[in-house]
T-cell receptor
Framework: AQSVSQHNHHVILSEAASLELGCNYS??????LFWYVQYPGQHLQLLLK??????LVKGIKGFEAEFIKSKFSFNLRKPSVQWSDTAEYFC???????????FGTGTQLKVEL | DTAVSQTPKYLVTQMGNDKSIKCEQN?????MYWYKQDSKKFLKIMFS???????INETVPNRFSPKSPDKAHLNLHINSLELGDSAVYFC??????????????FGQGTRLTVV
């Protein structure tokens, strides 16, 4: 069964710092990859997704992620974070032929002024 | 227009009670899901339905019974509530089974507190 690992559980950054959140998945076949964000007290919103093609995908609010198939990774990046980026970030995977979205354990990001 | 809507948003109830959470999507999607988010924010799938048919039942206690009257609705009924059922429950929908090739849209969540 597929699984997703997010290695950073809590990240604290100052405004304008660069962000990289790690995500690794375990599945050897075709995958769809997602990053969702959950702002405090709110529902999950899609930041970006990878289905196929260019492995560097750009999402909303200046986020991007790079799919590296050889490393089974889909790390999330942002060059300069803002206080409003404080939220929980979830990496998720759906496998080809699979029937469910599997989430990582989440990374809590706190951006300090 | 809310794409996936759940009611209620908050639910506080006593142990042993029976409660329901309703979910509706207006996206025309074929597949709907229930996810449970525990106190550590871990999200785990509970059920999925495709066109009213149960696709996934992830070893959830049989006190939890999903009901899908049509493909736009997926309700969750919980019998004999226990303290450990306290969590946030998210409903979601996607066009295809499992969301492959598409994305899942989530409702705002229902925070269930069992006292």
């Amino acid at each position: 069964a597929q699984s997703v690992s997010q290695h950073n559980h809590h990240v604290i950054l100052s405004e304008a710092a660069s962000l990289e959140l790690g995500c690794n998945y375990s599945y050897g076949g075709t995958v769809n990859l997602f990053w969702y964000v959950q702002y405090p007290g709110q529902h999950l919103q899609l930041l970006l997704k990878y289905f196929s093609g260019d492995p560097l995908v750009k999402g909303i609010k200046g986020f991007e992620a790079e799919f590296i198939k050889s490393k089974f990774s889909f790390n999330l990046r942002k060059p300069s974070v803002q206080w409003s980026d404080t939220a929980e970030y979830f990496c998720a995977v759906v496998t080809g032929g699979g029937n469910k979205l599997t989430f990582g354990t989440g990374t809590q990001l706190k951006v300090e002024l | 227009d809310t794409a996936v809507s759940q009611t209620p948003k908050y639910l506080v109830t006593q142990m042993g009670n029976d409660k329901s959470i309703k979910c509706e999507q207006n996206l025309g999607h074929d597949t709907m899901y229930w996810y449970k988010q525990d106190s550590k924010k871990f999200l785990k799938i509970m059920f999925s339905y495709n066109n009213k048919e149960l696709i996934i039942n992830e070893t959830v206690p049989n006190r939890f019974s999903p009901k899908s009257p049509d493909k736009a609705h997926l309700n969750l009924h919980i019998n004999s509530l226990e303290l450990g059922d306290s969590a946030v429950y998210f409903c979601a929908s996607s066009q295809d089974i499992g969301g492959f090739g598409t994305e899942a849209f989530f409702g705002q969540g229902t925070r269930l507190t069992v006292v």
